[in-house]
């Protein structure tokens, strides 16, 4: 009986050993699935741990511990793919954030091109080919072009003294008629005027005794000549003759002389008849005689001046003297009416005026059709500096918009404006120094119809 017990006591400690053994391979099985599925958390480790040696002493429990821990470790895994899934979707989204800045860029981008073709929609004029073609707008390219510095001068319009002339009586009369009238074309040695005058009456005949006593003294001479070849009369007789011929042909050659002198004709049937002719041809720009009046020898009875040339007198500074030179071309502008012509300067005065503190240059214009008139006053434009400009517009091509300078550049369907930075001019051409490339269309002569157009379009928007 004892044997008995002893043996029963020995299997029923193997049995146990068996267990204990079979848990703890069981857990040995299930900490290595957990170590390769997802690291265990240290509490979940430590809850088996507990739980492995709490229940060791039954097979079953043992089981059921397992499945539990079995399930936890299910419900672990799932937590671990859900913090991998978690993380990952961080991880995208910093990706996104990192490589979605150029996107954003892009879209902010796109934003900024509607946003500036909106603008520019509203900006545009808008302008049809057929209605370009009927404003008389031309379109045309900024480009390079030579600018050119003018100097503008105050002047005035005068008489070419050297040929102007102040007809005067040199001797004194009464006026017997008069011919020419003021403004009137003359010709040369054409009658201005008639003057009955006693002091030509003596010259004239002091000139017709002169001639009778030549011809007397010649007859003498002939005589006395003949008679001392004959041997008749002495050689003295013929000598005398011949000095009293000469003294004689003296006399009529000084009151010719004398006649000339006056501007009298020496053969004039009346003694006292005096004509006032014109020098040259030209015209009467004043007159101081009537029928009737008496006239002394020194007055001016009329002036004529040549108006196919005049003088264009120019008032220069003493620090621009440097920039005006004989030879210079300059574009003499009227100020009183839309007329223009060119020249060259003739003469640069060495003198600075006391007052005035300027010295006097001139330039010698051309007039066959009269219009430059003596007391005109005009600006002289002359060529202070040149230099290469790379962009350039019509001068008619800037127009002021929003008090800046503007210029309508050529679009599909019309213009748009383009605010610009305007440099030196020369009246033709304009500087651009910013806003506007090198070949940019734009709208050159009529662009004042597309600034119209944009007020109107700007009321209208408004409204």
Do not use: C
Not at 92 to 106: L, N, Q, S, V
Not at 352 to 375: E, H
Not at 393 to 422: R, Y
């Amino acid at each position: 009986m004892q044997e008995e017990r002893k043996t029963f006591a020995g299997r029923i400690g193997k049995r146990q050993w068996m267990a204990i053994v079979a848990v703890l391979v069981a857990g040995l099985v299930a900490g290595a699935l957990i170590l390769r599925t997802a690291p265990a958390k240290p509490e979940a480790a430590g809850h088996s741990e507990a739980g492995g040696h709490a229940d060791g002493e039954h097979h079953e429990e043992g089981k059921a511990e397992g499945k539990d821990h079995g399930h936890e470790h299910g419900h672990e895994e799932a937590k671990g793919h859900g913090d991998k899934e978690h993380h990952g979707e961080e991880a995208r989204e910093a990706d996104a954030r990192e490589k979605g800045a150029p996107a954003e860029a892009k879209a902010e981008t796109k934003e900024n091109k509607e946003h500036k073709e909106h603008k520019e929609g509203e900006e545009k004029i808008a302008f049809t080919d057929e209605q370009v073609k009927a404003a008389g707008l031309s379109i045309e390219s900024a480009g390079p072009a030579r600018i050119k510095t003018s100097l503008q001068l105050p002047g005035e319009i005068k008489f070419n003294e050297d040929r102007t002339a102040h007809v005067v009586p040199r001797v004194a009369g009464v006026v017997d008629s008069v011919s020419a009238n003021l403004g009137q074309e003359v010709r040369r040695g054409q009658v201005l005027a008639v003057l009955s005058s006693p002091g030509l009456s003596e010259q004239r005949s002091a000139l017709q005794s002169a001639q009778r006593r030549l011809e007397l003294a010649r007859t003498t001479y002939e005589r006395e000549k003949k008679l001392w070849e004959e041997k008749i009369s002495p050689q003295q007789d013929y000598l005398q003759a011949q000095q009293a011929m000469q003294e004689a042909q003296i006399a009529v050659a000084n009151a010719n002389q004398k006649l000339l002198a006056l501007g009298a004709t020496p053969g004039s049937a009346a003694l006292g008849r005096y004509e006032l002719r014109a020098p040259f041809d030209g015209m009467v720009v004043e007159k101081h005689i009537s029928l009737g009046e008496s006239v002394g020898e020194a007055v001016n009875v009329f002036t004529i001046s040549d108006l196919s040339t005049v003088w264009a007198e120019i008032s220069v500074a003493a620090n621009n003297l440097n920039l005006v030179r004989i030879g210079e071309p300059v574009i003499i502008r009227s100020t009183a009416f839309d007329q223009t012509a060119s020249g060259t300067v003739s003469y640069v005065g060495s003198l600075i005026g006391a007052q005035t503190r300027t010295a006097t240059a001139r330039v010698t214009l051309t007039n066959p059709q009269r219009v430059w008139r003596p007391g005109l006053f005009v600006n002289v434009e002359l060529v202070a500096s040149e230099a290469d400009a790379p962009v350039t517009v019509s001068a008619e091509a800037v127009q002021t918009v929003e008090d800046k300078p503007t210029v309508f550049l050529k679009v599909p369907g019309g213009f748009m404006p383009q605010h610009v930075q305007t440099g030196r001019s020369d009246g033709k051409r304009i500087e651009i120094v910013g806003g506007l490339k090198p070949g940019a269309p734009y709208a050159a002569s009529g662009s004042f119809v597309v600034k119209s157009q944009q007020g109107k379009s700007s009321a209208t928007h408004t409204h």
